[in-house]
């Protein structure tokens, strides 16, 4: 109960606080004027992967990085690849993905944990680097005058909402049919009129995708067309077989954390995560930016970004007037992620870091930013050691810090990895 006592007394001490600020604006009321940053005009030549109104950050951020590889691997500067082409087959896998799993629980209680996530998890833009991996490996690249990327006209939300109500449709079914023991074939004809409702669906929104592509100007002077899995294996041939996923957020390290349920292709690659110490993780992501200029990773996007600055940095905020001390100042990510303050939302690229003054910022590509540094934006050193949870290195640079024989895979599921205390 608030009493009266009590609520005296935080009428009192916030009289002051009210009578200097009074805008309405909180974080405006907090935010120092003096603010670092670093001013970087980078002219936007990476449009093509920008996600538009779509959550497939993970993938304009995949397709980044292999751009990068290219550039600094093979002196090969091309950055046209499709994005509808890849959320095409990714919205195919996941629908067959969903419908494998509602067959595999088709007899468990609705009131079932897997069951549940499963329904609550059924047709979403969201994504990893591991499911980037499944579908450029399964259904290779394709130029982006090969199919032309629409996806900054469609609204995936409500593609999701069509998708979503068709497949938990014939979830009914399914779980009808499994229920009376029927044929197992009757089973999965249910699942194929899924598929081609679904499939058509995807026609009517992005076009077919092609079979064949033309090889550009930049991989071959000649003109030459093949199907898009060999434009990737031939020309491309990025080596995903070297990369790892790495995360800082749980109390259990040297742990490969392989997650159940989550994914796209159901013969694919399941998301992993290497959960490592915080200075190795830091160690690790540094090494990877300077060896190959590019580092995916998935942080929390929504705290404390100056869009006037395109700037994630939490220093210019002073929290100390809402909270009466600076105890916020030396939570860790670990803590910060265990309490739900924050959690990995959004995929971005670390390409750079540059030292000013005192400060250390890290140069970022963000898919979803448009501004004065075009897609590009600036993260403190302090912003990036407590809302960056996860990125992929290449192993490489995790062997110099990580004995391998440490290392153990556990298999867990979402709930129990995502909200890990």
Not at 48 to 66: A, N, V
Not at 227 to 256: R, W
Not at 292 to 312: N, Q, R, V
Request: aromatic letters at 16%; proline letters at 3%.
């Amino acid at each position: 109960m608030l009493t009266q006592k009590i609520l005296t007394r935080l009428e009192k001490e916030s009289t002051n606080a009210a009578s200097t600020t009074g805008n309405g604006n909180i974080l405006q009321s907090i935010m120092s004027r003096d603010i670092e940053y670093i001013h970087m005009p980078i002219k936007n030549e990476y449009e093509y992967f920008e996600q538009g109104k779509t959550g497939y950050c993970w993938l304009s951020s995949t397709l980044f990085c292999i751009s990068q590889y290219l550039k600094y691997n093979h002196g090969i500067e091309y950055t046209a690849f499709s994005k509808s082409y890849l959320i095409f087959y990714d919205k195919l896998e996941k629908a067959n993905y969903f419908l494998d799993l509602i067959i595999k629980y088709a007899t468990y209680d609705m009131r079932d944990r897997n069951v549940l996530y499963i329904l609550n998890n059924t047709m979403t833009d969201k994504g990893q680097w591991n499911m980037a991996r499944n579908l450029i490996l399964k259904y290779g690249m394709v130029p982006y005058d090969c199919m032309p990327d629409n996806t900054s006209q469609i609204s995936t939300r409500e593609l999701n909402a069509c998708f979503n109500y068709l497949l938990k449709c014939h979830a009914i079914n399914i779980r009808k049919m499994c229920k009376k023991s029927v044929d197992k074939h009757i089973v999965y004809e249910e699942k194929e009129r899924a598929l081609q409702q679904i499939y058509k669906l995807l026609i009517m929104c992005f076009g077919v995708p092609p079979r064949k592509v033309d090889i550009p100007k930049e991989f071959e002077e000649i003109f030459i067309q093949m199907s898009p899995k060999d434009f990737f294996d031939i020309y491309i041939k990025f080596p995903f077989e070297n990369y790892i996923s790495t995360c800082c957020i749980g109390d259990n390290y040297y742990v490969n954390y392989k997650i159940d349920l989550d994914g796209n292709v159901a013969e694919g690659y399941r998301n992993k995560f290497l959960s490592l110490p915080e200075k190795i993780f830091d160690s690790v992501i540094k090494e990877q930016i300077n060896t190959e200029h590019f580092c995916w990773y998935s942080c929390d996007a929504g705290k404390f970004y100056i869009k006037e600055l395109s700037l994630f940095d939490d220093n210019p905020f002073d929290l100390k007037r809402i909270m009466g001390d600076s105890s916020y100042k030396f939570f860790n990510r670990k803590e910060i992620f265990q309490h739900h303050i924050a959690s990995p939302t959004h995929a971005m690229v670390f390409i750079d870091e540059v030292q000013k003054k005192d400060k250390m910022f890290y140069i970022s590509y963000d898919s979803s930013k448009k501004s004065f540094l075009g897609p590009y934006c600036c993260v403190s050193d302090t912003w990036y050691k407590n809302y960056v949870f996860q990125a992929v290195v290449n192993k490489v640079c995790l062997s110099k810090e990580v004995d391998s024989t440490k290392i153990y895979t556990k298999k867990v599921k979402p709930w129990d990895f995502f909200y890990m205390g």
